[in-house]
């Protein structure tokens, strides 16, 4: 029999209620509940797998649960349905599962990320740039910095930003935008891991407290008051984005409320600001996977195909989780191509 609980885990993935998957299959109600709860034949894998976009070996892995939601830090939770958090726990999962494969063969740093409960979010972002010698000035590429201290972040590209702690380690799943917006929501998240690791904190304060965290880490306010008055024109704002690696909204926000900026100058910026084309979406660079990847060559080693095999995934959602790092198989030509996102070969610190 297929595993029960990797069927569940799939349509969490996937999106869809008991009844979606219902009628997608052509069966009763309590037939996909007899599944997820007893299993359902191995000769239903195929027809599974294509209806819930995983492979047919996923229904055959070990028992698993998605991450509890409870521990999860949802953005905006309130405004998150029941299946859309489901399925970011099941991602969730997923990106542990590719992990623990990862580190069975490869010696990847320890997750470091202090724990400051009960510091206020200025403090927070202090004693963080003095614990991790960032310095005073522009925090440096915000990935690999959270890669080297044993932050686990993979792409959810196709879903919100969340994180979460499983096993004493500290993930980051990242939508997909801008690089300046995705530094901002790395800096959000490293907020939660480290103002609210107990469990229970209220959503909506712990939301405001991690938004204060990211815009005082990518904006120390020495550094940013010797750059900002009201003669300040959009030209230098956006050169002040590329500087600090902060979207410009945000940093007309914080400097308005840090009194940097006054209420007439920041309207006319926050209207000019409208009227420019949003930056396209950058390209991030894991060190932790334009390091494995490439190595993952060879005839005695585990390669990113197997991987996925071994996971259950499809090629496409690996090479998606791994920020493009991961080598895809384009099928349907003469010879097949093995395509990969560009990266940088890079030792950790």
């Not at 029999?1 to 349509?11: D, F, G, N």
């Not at 990935?143 to 932050?151: A, I, K, Q």
Request: some cysteine; proline content about 6%.
């Amino acid at each position: 029999m297929l595993e029960p609980t990797r069927i569940t885990l799939a349509r969490h993935a996937a999106g869809y209620s008991l009844v979606d998957l219902a009628r997608l299959l052509q069966v009763r109600e309590s037939t996909i509940r007899h599944y997820e709860s007893c299993g359902a034949p191995q000769r239903l894998a195929p027809v599974l797998a294509e209806a819930l976009d995983c492979a047919p070996g996923y229904f055959r892995r070990p028992p698993a649960q998605g991450i509890e939601k409870e521990r999860i830090f949802f953005r905006a939770p309130r405004r998150m349905g029941r299946a859309q958090k489901n399925a970011c726990a099941a991602l969730g999962r997923t990106g542990a599962e590719l992990y623990q494969l990862i580190t069975a063969k490869y010696t990847l740093p320890d997750t470091e990320v202090p724990d400051y409960t009960g510091f206020g979010a200025q403090a927070a972002s202090a004693q963080l740039r003095l614990d991790w010698n960032l310095g005073c000035g522009p925090v440096p590429d915000l990935l690999h910095v959270l890669e080297s201290r044993g932050v686990r972040v993979l792409s959810a590209a196709s879903g919100p930003t969340f994180s979460f702690w499983e096993d004493s380690q500290a993930f980051i799943f990242l939508a997909a935008g801008d690089v300046a917006s995705q530094r901002y929501q790395l800096a959000h998240e490293l907020g939660h891991l480290v103002l609210h690791s107990a469990l229970g904190t209220d959503g909506q304060a712990a939301e405001y407290e991690a938004e204060q965290f990211a815009a005082r880490l990518l904006l120390p306010a020495h550094s940013l008051q010797a750059r900002i008055s009201d003669t300040l024109q959009l030209p230098q704002l956006l050169d002040l984005q590329e500087l600090f690696g902060a979207p410009a909204r945000l940093i007309l926000g914080h400097a308005r409320e840090c009194g940097m900026l006054a209420d007439e100058p920041y309207r006319w910026l926050v209207q000019e600001l409208a009227l420019e084309r949003a930056p396209g979406a950058g390209l991030l660079t894991s060190r932790v996977f334009s390091l494995v990847f490439p190595s993952l060559r060879g005839e005695d080693r585990l390669d990113a195909a197997r991987m996925a095999d071994t996971l259950g995934l499809p090629a496409r959602t690996l090479h998606e989780l791994t920020f493009g790092h991961a080598f895809m198989v384009v099928p349907g030509l003469k010879d097949a191509m093995v395509l990969r996102a560009e990266g940088h070969l890079r030792a950790l610190p």
